[in-house]
């Protein structure tokens, strides 16, 4: 085989007399490479990786976990990873990225697996950290082949190539944007990849999957143990789906005979149909949630072209409609992550800086003592909820804000307010009643969450000195849960637990439970669909697999199995408030909450 007839790259580019550091690489990152080639030698442990490396070490003698991870005799790397906690995870990983610091990765293939490793660990290392991204980097770029491609022959030039296209992707996509589309059109000609299949061979790894390394070595256990650790801290991606049951693909057939090139649209004030970017956000992610093996041509079609329709709409200030703004970006983000298509980083970003802009927080003029403070609310208005703001923390978290970030930590003080739980930070005020009269309210003790401090569409329980405590239910409630496991509480800590017993002494799925007693029959069923994607994600996101000793998922299968309609949708018949009389929005919800 003649390789340098396959080069799928300008000459210039694959040059074999260029110096290992060539034109290729984009300039911010050459800068920092080149500056330190010659005075770092042989990089020193970066700063906060040395610091904690006798940490770890002390972690050993108490815990017995071995800092390189290695399995005992008899138990996989998967299984004792498992019975380790968070926290020595996290201390293993940094003792093993201290270790294998200064040492020269001999080949392109393990110098991206280590990248991979540092790019997904706890500490999410990027190109600023310096020498612990320069020198993986300068082996790759080293170890390139004329034809553009890695590996130390023919046949491992697509493994080696794909591995270190996903390393170069989830450092920086948009930094590495052309080398990324060069490898990109070379797997196209060379191995006859396109769509989904294409877009599979260029992702190897997974921390959703990858248990167990496929090579020996300290590296391969280094990307295992950061797997794990990712598995650990969203729990809900270590649980394999249920198979795609046929009841499933009837409403996904039904969902696209509703949309037209990718778009749905919804009638205007005339009658008309308008395309409508919130709908069609929910329906690609509902679509998106087929596994990605399973998905027809046509379906994946239909996304390719509902993405790219969504990456038309957005805005300059990273909004995706000037209705419900805060709603409508959420959605996207949610269809954007899940859909897992390339070129859509740089606009989920976009996103992320236009939420933290609609934060009701000091920039807004907030004050921590007013009521909706570390809120959001629709976007066209300033008044905070929970409902919105559960989205919002959802979609930060997704795009790359950690729980520490001051955003989440801000949003603590208002999930902390509309939870019914005395002590600290609880609420109390006053609410203004329907027929204008001023009554005081306060927080209650059940442990769950109103829709916002003071207000609840479930109702109003009375004190004996006439203050009032707006009712906890459920669909609020398990967005309260949500938020809380992504904020990063631990198990054990009060507010968490609190809504989790809520959650648990108050289960059904016939009703969206809380209302008071006595209330209008249909009050019950209010939001019910939006009941069921809300409690099937933050029972999935808290690991929890039973209520009471009910399998969930499985209950919430047979309970939408029995509901759908002959055609494969579903509608809240009962009450279609909040916009369960549509169809379209009921079926989205539905295959959202299976999907968990």
Known sequence: MNVKKLSPFPASLTDPGRPPLGDEIPGAVRHLVEKNMTAIPAPAIPARV????????????????????????????????????????????DGMIARLADTERSNGFEAAQYLLALVHCPRRYDLQDGPVIERPLRVIWKTRHTNGF?????????????????????????????????????????????GQKLEAALQPFDPATYLEPDRKGAVPKLLATVAAYRRMKQPALEKPHLAYAPFQQRALDWLL????????RVPGPDGKLLPDPGTTALCLAALASKPKAKRSEHENDVLDKGVKFLLSVQGEDG????????????????????????????????AQRFLLFLQNVEGRGYRRSNRDYGSLG????????????????????????????????KALVFLRRVQNLPGKESWEGTRTTEDGRKVRVRSGDDGGAAYYPGNSPAGYDETSDGTQIARSYGSMTYALLKCYVLA???????????????????????????????????????????????????????DVDKVNGHDWRKELRAKLDAMQKPNGSWVNDRNGRWWEDNAILCTAYALLALSE
Not at 58 to 78: E, F, H, K, M, W
Not at 257 to 264: T, V
Not at 526 to 539: D, M, N, P
Request: charged share 20%; glycine share 6%.
């Open 257 to 264: 005979s509703q949309q037209k090139n990718g778009i749905w």
């Open 319 to 350: 909004s995706f409609s000037s209705f419900l703004p805060n709603y409508m970006t959420c959605a996207a983000v949610m269809a954007l992550s899940r859909a897992k298509l390339p070129g859509t980083e740089k606009a989920m970003k976009k």
């Open 488 to 542: 990063g509480l631990p198990k054990d800590d009060p507010r968490l637990k609190a809504a989790l017993n809520w959650c648990f002494s108050n289960f059904t799925l016939d009703e969206n439970p809380g209302s008071k007693p006595g209330s209008d029959e249909k009050v019950k069923y209010q939001g019910l669909f939006y009941y069921y994607v809300t409690l099937a994600r933050a029972l999935a996101l808290a």
């Open 378 to 409: 629709y976007g066209d208005d300033r008044r905070g909820d929970l409902s919105n703001t559960q989205f919002a923390i959802d979609a930060l978290r997704v795009t790359g804000v950690q729980p520490e970030n001051e955003a989440i930590q």
């Open 50 to 93: 040395a610091s904690l490396a006798c940490t770890t070490m002390l972690a050993v003698v108490l815990t017995g976990a071995s800092v390189d991870a290695a399995a005992r005799p008899g138990q996989d790397i998967a299984t004792q990873q498992h019975s380790m906690s968070l926290h020595e995870l996290k201390e293993t990983i």
């Open 150 to 194: 890695w590996g130390a022959n023919e046949k491992d030039f697509q493994r080696d190539t794909a591995w270190i296209y996903q390393a170069l992707h989830d450092l920086d996509a948009e930094q590495f944007a052309s080398d990324l589309a060069k490898i990109k059109a070379s797997f196209r000609t060379h191995f006859g990849l396109k």
